[in-house]
């Protein structure tokens, strides 16, 4: 499981931040289903693992029969394969509205305050349906903090895309909210805000840091140059993913850094283990700002949304 609730406080976090939260103490954990609650541990949380964090539950303990949020999770492993059901969509608790949490200070709590829960019951995702002389509530909203969970159904539900989320107060289909960087790469292809989404190179030389940026480069570009037989191709004018450190963080610099490792590594054990699957990639995704005319290969990203996953991408199906 990627969340979890924290027992003391009450608050959702997701598996990514335990990195973090383990230099000042780990809390106690439970499941995020009001209803099911049952204990689950927290793993693979040192600064030495090269694992993804993730929670568990203790033994045989299963969540309880009525838990939503384990049952997505299954519902979420079927979901390459057909479309979920009206009945099904109905108690989904699928994001339907990423919410911002605005930082005073330096001390990134982000990861703490994670809001996931039916919130703003009359708003956001709502549906509602006729049905006799009664509106029925089928879905309440589901608003989440991290992008994590948007990736994670976008991916998972090529069938599904048709599905609303509301980004920075503008609502619509997951499948207009994710654009891929790909192939032609006319720059003009990207406009304005969206969840790009890229190839990552397996060589962490791409990634640069300095005092004010971390900079990462794609593996896309405009067009690879082989001047030397023995020698690797040359890209030029690769895409180039920008973020301003001064906007964000440590906290979150460190935790981007993380993520980009994770799926870097994964890709690059799937290779050591010879389980290839041409497939898949590892992947980056970010809310960003599409480049523009001074700097047409540069995305920017927003409030350091961002993820990355050894995955693979499926044509959205309708
Ligand atoms: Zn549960």
Request: proline share 4%.
């Amino acid at each position: 499981m990627n969340q979890a609730r924290d027992k003391k406080t009450g608050e959702i976090i997701d598996a990514e931040s335990l990195k973090h939260l383990f230099e000042d103490g780990l809390s106690e954990y439970e499941c995020i289903d009001e209803k099911c609650r049952i204990k689950l541990l927290p793993c693979s949380f040192k600064p030495s693992n090269k694992i993804r964090p993730y929670f568990k539950s203790l033994g045989l303990e299963n969540h309880r029969q009525t838990c939503k949020f384990s049952e997505y999770l299954k519902l979420l492993e079927k979901a390459k394969n057909r479309p979920f059901t009206e009945f099904e969509l109905e108690d989904m608790p699928f994001p339907t509205k990423l919410k911002k949490v605005k930082l005073n200070d330096g001390n990134d709590t982000t990861f703490k305050t994670n809001i996931i829960g039916n919130e703003e019951p009359g708003k956001g995702g709502l549906r509602s349906k006729a049905s006799g002389e009664f509106i029925e509530i089928l879905n309440k909203s589901k608003v989440v903090a991290s992008i994590s969970p948007i990736v994670d159904f976008y991916i998972k539900c090529p069938y599904n895309r048709h599905m609303e989320i509301e980004i920075e107060d503008v609502k619509k289909m997951y499948m207009y909210w994710f654009k891929r960087i790909e192939k032609p790469l006319v720059t003009g292809n990207y406009k304005g805000q969206c969840i790009f989404f890229g190839r990552l190179h397996t060589n962490k030389e791409k990634i640069i840091e300095t005092e004010e940026t971390l900079e990462i480069t794609l593996f896309e570009s405009e067009d690879w140059e082989k001047s030397d037989k023995d020698k690797p191709a040359k890209q030029i004018n690769p895409f180039i993913i920008s973020i301003n450190k001064a906007l964000i963080s440590k906290n979150k610099v460190s935790r981007i850094k993380n993520e980009i490792d994770y799926a870097i590594e994964e890709k690059i054990e799937a290779f050591k283990s010879k389980v290839v699957d041409k497939k898949k990639h590892a992947f980056i995704f970010f809310l960003g700002e599409a480049p523009t005319k001074n700097e047409p290969y540069k995305f920017k990203v927003i409030d350091g949304y961002l993820v990355a996953r050894y995955t693979q991408i499926f044509q959205t199906k309708q």
